[in-house]
Structures are given as C-alpha cells and as structure tokens.
C-alpha cells in the first residue's frame, strides 16, 4: 500500500464469520437477513479454528487464532486484532456463551504466539464478545482486561437495534479498565460515533462512510436523513448546489455542484465515487475530531447535543 502511516488489522474473525451466519453485517447494522443471505459456507466451527469454503472460488480454507496472527504478522500492521468468533444475534444464549468462552481460549493462544513470532512494536488488541446478555458481556469484558492487553475492542452482535447497542456498550465499558483504549467494532454512523464517545469509546472502524460513497450516498448534517443525501435522485439533476457548504474536503474545495456529482454518479464515472468517498471520510473525521476536542474542553454534552441536532462539523 505504501502508506506510512499506522495501519489497523482486523483478524479476520468477523470476515469468516459473517460469510457462515450470513447475517452478522447485516444485524450488527441493523438490518433484517434475507433467506439467500443465511446460506453459509462455515464448514466446521471447531476447537482448533475455522474451516470454511472461498467465497472466490469454493476452496477450502483453515483459519485459526495462530494462522491470523501470522497473516497480520506478515502484514506488519502496527495495531492487531484477535481471532474472535464474532456471534450472531439469532444464535441462543447458550451458543454466545460456549463460543465467547472459546474465543477467550482463542485470546490466549493469539497472545502466546505474537509473543514468541510477533513483530516488534505490533500491538495487540483482545475483542470482547458475549452477545446481547450482560452478564456474558461483562464476564467477557473481565476476562479480557485480564490478559493486560494495550487495548480492548468490542465486538459481536450488539443488539437489534440502537437503543439496545448502545446498552451492550455502556455494561462492557463500564467494567473495562479506564486508562487502555477501547475501540468498538464496525460502527460508525454519526449518532452511533457521538453514543460512542459518551460512553467511553476511543476508537472506531466503520466501512460505512466509503460503502455510502461508492453507491452516490454522501454525508451531511441532516439527522432526520440519518446525515446521508442521496445523489443519484431526480431532484438534483440540474442542481448548482455545492455538495456541502463549507466542506473543506477535495471534493468540496473543487467546487462540485450536486448536479455534477449526480451526473458523474449516474454515469457510474468512479471519480464521482472517489470523490463521495473523501468527502464522507472528512465529514466522520471531523465528527470525531470535534468530540474529541469537546472532551479536552469539558463541553461533550454540548457538542454533541449540537452534532445530533444536525450542527454542520
Ligand atoms: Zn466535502
């Protein structure tokens, strides 16, 4: 990639994982599974690992906690997850609770390898589990704290809905130790971010800025939209509007109306894309950046009262 900045790894987990449930990505967000979506590829969820097919090209495939770590190893990213099994909302109680036991195994082995092949200065973060079920969650959140890695990061189902992902955050935060970082897992909506910080999140990961992108989806301060416009609609066809007044994002800076944006969308011109993607990943960092400073100032609540309000970042 060439890129020399710091580089985050997920392990994995989540990737296999959604491939054999189906529909991990699609509750973690929120979404109801279609039946051609719950048809899995998993071949076996064992005790050594993962065996599944390629959804390239239906070959199969062994992951394990120690086949990850290398592949991120290999990858030298400077931040690296454990191989978790990221548990499905429809999935009982019972399996949450015997597959988080199993990925706080998986935790130990992950740790014991990148301490003997680790590149150095890799960090590694372990990955709470445990459902929708407090008591799992906080068990969980307890037995990773415990391992003393440099960071914890929260993963799994959280829930179907916000209300209730919000919930399964605040127990696990709650009981996680104060001075090591904590990132949540594949969330980043723009209320989702501000409930975040609240609750005592210092990081996150989210497709969703660059997935909106792709499809003509840009945002924008409007929560009642969920801060998301879309550009391919009729109504911007001969629109000078600029994409987001006071963007400073490249797409922005250039002048780009939203009818132009619209045209280029339309013609499935990838420079639209690419555009939409950079102005959707300026508007979450500064998103981020401005609750950050508010926590420096002492006035979250505020800003982020403002943010929900559909204050422009
Ligand atoms: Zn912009």
């Known amino acids: 990639m060439a890129w020399d900045g710091p580089i985050v790894t997920d392990s994995g987990g989540f990737q296999v994982f959604s491939m054999g449930h189906g529909t991990v990505a699609d509750e973690i967000k929120g979404r109801a599974p279609s039946g051609s979506e719950r048809a899995g590829r998993i071949l076996a969820i064992e005790e050594q690992g993962v065996r599944y097919r390629s959804y390239r090209d239906g070959s199969e495939r062994f992951m394990g906690p120690e086949t990850s770590m290398e592949i991120q190893a290999n990858l030298g990213s400077d931040l690296a997850l454990v191989f978790d099994e990221c548990t499905p909302f429809h999935v009982s ?13 998986w935790l130990d082995r992950c740790l014991a390898w990148h301490a003997e092949h680790g590149p150095p200065g890799q ?9 929708v079920h407090e008591d799992l969650r906080i068990e969980s959140a307890q037995a990773v704290a415990a ?21 399964v955050v605040g127990w696990t935060t709650a009981v996680l130790p104060p001075e ?23 990081t996150f990961d989210c497709a969703m800025p660059t997935r909106l992108g792709r499809h003509g989806m840009a945002l924008v301060p409007d929560p009642e939209r969920r801060w998301r416009v879309d550009l391919t609609g009729a109504r911007f066809k001969d629109s000078d509007e600029p994409l987001m007044e006071g963007c400073p994002c490249p797409a922005c800076a250039v002048g780009w109306t939203r009818g132009y944006l619209r045209y280029m969308t339309k013609a499935r011109e990838l420079t639209a894309m690419r555009a939409i993607t950079l102005h959707n990943l300026a508007f979450v960092e500064r998103v981020v950046r401005r609750l950050r400073e508010a926590i420096g100032a002492g006035t979250l609540a505020q800003e982020s009262a403002a943010l929900l309000g559909g204050a422009a970042p």
């Open 147 to 167: 391992r003393g890695t440099p960071g914890i990061a929260i993963g799994g189902s959280l829930g179907e809905e916000k209300a209730q992902m919000h919930e």
């Open 123 to 131: 960090l590694v973060y372990g990955i709470v589990q445990g459902g």
């Open 180 to 202: 090591r970082p904590r990132h949540l897992l594949g969330i980043g909506e723009i209320d989702d971010l501000v409930a975040g910080v609240a609750a005592g999140i210092d």
């Open 93 to 105: 109680r019972e399996y949450t609770q015997r597959s988080t036991e199993r990925t706080h195994r």
